[in-house]
């Protein structure tokens, strides 16, 4: 199975640049994604990139295959970049710095859908600003920005795991995501 970074984000939030190369531990955060998937079991990784993020395109077209989308939005430029992947295919946001590869592992047995969430308590618990949330069976629960696409109703994962929580938007996310790597 192959695996898509979403590598689109400006970074308007974190008021810093290219938000895929928002450093944390030293690394930019695409760069430990991409760290994270290379160490699993997952086959191709592509990266998709905007024309807002070109410095992105060229920090990542060594480790991935580029996917170049038009900067439409995640829904759009998600679209769009499965056209060249294909499904099923794991999809993880370029600002999962602690993304790692037994998270991705987790998901390569499966075909049907399936976003990964964790509750948005924990999300507060570590400080961390939770940026969507929806209630599925009276818990409140932020996606993790780590996916299986592929076939059938999507299925929750509920995950507890601050790894999976920590998806940097805002520089006091990026803080956290300091502390816990």
Same mark, same amino acid.
């Given at each position: 199975? @192959? ?7 400006? &970074? ?11 450093? %944390? ?9 991409? @760290? ?34 038009? &900067? ?6 998600? &679209?769009?970049?499965?056209?060249? %992947? ?29 976003? %990964? =969430? ?10 961390? =600003? ?19 696409? &592929? ?14 929580? %920590? ?13 816990? =790597?």
């Amino acid at each position: 199975m @192959d695996a898509l970074v979403l590598c689109g984000g400006e &970074g308007t939030r974190l008021d810093a640049g290219e938000k895929p190369l928002y450093e %944390v531990g030293g690394e930019p955060m695409v760069g430990r994604v991409l @760290d994270a998937l290379d160490a699993s079991g997952v086959d191709t990784v592509y990266a998709a990139v905007t024309p807002q993020t070109p410095e992105t395109r060229a920090y990542v077209r060594d480790r991935a295959t580029v996917i170049d989308t038009a &900067g439409k939005g995640y829904v759009a430029d998600l &679209g769009a970049a499965l056209e060249t %992947v294909g499904t099923p295919a794991v999809t993880a946001a370029a600002d999962l710095p602690l993304l790692a590869a037994e998270h991705v592992d987790s998901l390569l047995d499966r075909d049907r859908s399936t976003s %990964v =969430c964790v509750p948005t308590r924990l999300q507060r618990a570590l400080d961390v =600003c939770p940026d969507r949330t929806h209630t599925v069976e009276g818990r409140e629960l932020s996606p993790s920005g780590l996916n299986l696409v &592929g076939d059938g109703a999507d299925r929750i994962d509920r995950r507890w795991d601050a790894r999976l929580a %920590v998806n940097v938007n805002y520089a006091s996310d990026a803080t956290v995501a300091e502390r816990l =790597c």
